[in-house]
C-alpha cells in the first residue's frame, strides 16, 4: 500500500515530499534522499537557527582517499576516517568508524561467539560511493543549537576525537 499521491515515484522524491509534508517551513533541499540544509549550515526550526555539519574528506587512518582505496579481498574491514565541521564555518573534526564485509564478520564469529558492533558499518562488497551516502544521511539527521550539540550527535554514530573530553577545572 503506497500513500496517496506518492505513486512509483523515486525514493530521493518519496522523501523529500514527505519531509516538507512533516517540516512545511523547512528550508532544505533533497540530494539523493539526503536533506541538505540551504543556507550557510543553519537550518530554521520553530524560529530558531540549527546548525547543520558538513563532510569535508572520507578517508582511510593512512589518509589516503576513500575513493581511491581498494579491499584485498571479499574478507576486509578497515577504519574510516570521516572529516566533519560546521557547515558555512571554517574547521573540521574527526570521527571515525569501522568499515567490514559480511564475509569478515563471518569470519570473525568462527572464532569468537559474538562480534561487538557498536561504529561499525557492515556491507556484502566494498563501495567508497555507498559509505559516503551512509554518512551524509547521519550528518544530515545531527542538527543543533551549536557545534557541539551537533557533534554529540554524530558521536552516536561515529568515533568522535573529542568524545569524552572534560576541560580541566
Known amino acids: 500500500m503506497t500513500p496517496e499521491g506518492l505513486g512509483q515515484a523515486s525514493p530521493a522524491s518519496v522523501i523529500a515530499r514527505l519531509d516538507r509534508a512533516i517540516h512545511p517551513t523547512r528550508k532544505s533541499r533533497s540530494v539523493d534522499g539526503v536533506v541538505q540544509p540551504r543556507h550557510g549550515g543553519m537550518e530554521e526550526e520553530n524560529g530558531s537557527q540549527l546548525m547543520q555539519a558538513t563532510l569535508h574528506a572520507l578517508q582511510t587512518l593512512d589518509g589516503e582517499d576513500l575513493a581511491a582505496f581498494a579491499p584485498g579481498g571479499e574478507a576486509f574491514f578497515l577504519t574510516v576516517r570521516a572529516l566533519i565541521g560546521p557547515a558555512g564555518q571554517a574547521g573540521q573534526e ?19 561467539a559474538a562480534v561487538c558492533g557498536r561504529y561499525r558499518l557492515i556491507m556484502d562488497d566494498f563501495s567508497a560511493v555507498a559509505i559516503e551516502r551512509h554518512v551524509r544521511h547521519r550528518i544530515a539527521q545531527a542538527s543543533g543549537a551549536d557545534w557541539s550539540e551537533v557533534a554529540g550527535r554524530l558521536a552516536g554514530w561515529f568515533r568522535w576525537e573529542f568524545d569524552g573530553y572534560r576541560a580541566s577545572p
Open 94 to 112: 574527526t570521527f571515525d568508524f569501522d568499515v567490514c564485509s559480511t564475509a569478515w564478520l563471518h569470519r570473525e564469529l568462527q572464532d569468537d
